[in-house]
Nanobody, 125 residues
Framework: VQLQASGGGLVQPGGSLRLSCATSVRTSSSDTIGWFRQTPDKEREFVAAIRRTENSQHYANSAKGRFTISRDNAKNTVYLQMNSLKPEDTAVYYC???????????????????WGQGTQVTVSS
């Protein structure tokens, strides 16, 4: 499974961006798609995940109410709509694929087998 993340950029505080994660194929290996982010001074952290089999979405507390993860199965693409962006959302955002995960596994980096290359999001005035 190959993943291609895109859609990052520079946006002002309060603005919006939509990230895309295109997967090469739709298989059981990509049942779960997660978004993570990382800054130079922090460990990679979970942002959101979507599970195809359960058709469920899950968010970190920092993303709830502002970010929306969705999936277009016909295009093998997962989106992360980010609204009301804050400077602390600045990071490199990565998408990752995993087979079917239970909820307690979603935030665990080691649960994901495939990773995209990352896309930079900068929130600054």
């Amino acid at each position: 499974v190959q993943l291609q993340a895109s859609g990052g950029g520079l946006v002002q505080p309060g603005g919006s961006l939509r990230l895309s994660c295109a997967t090469s194929v739709r298989t059981s290996s990509s049942d779960t798609i997660g978004w993570f982010r990382q800054t130079p001074d922090k460990e990679r952290e979970f942002v959101a995940a979507i599970r195809r089999t359960e058709n469920s979405q899950h968010y970190a507390n920092s993303a709830k109410g502002r970010f929306t993860i969705s999936r277009d199965n016909a295009k093998n693409t997962v989106y992360l709509q980010m609204n009301s962006l804050k400077p602390e959302d600045t990071a490199v955002y990565y998408c990752a694929a995993a087979p079917r995960l239970i909820v307690s596994e979603l935030r665990r980096i080691s649960a994901y087998n495939y990773w995209g290359q990352g896309t930079q999001v900068t929130v600054s005035s």
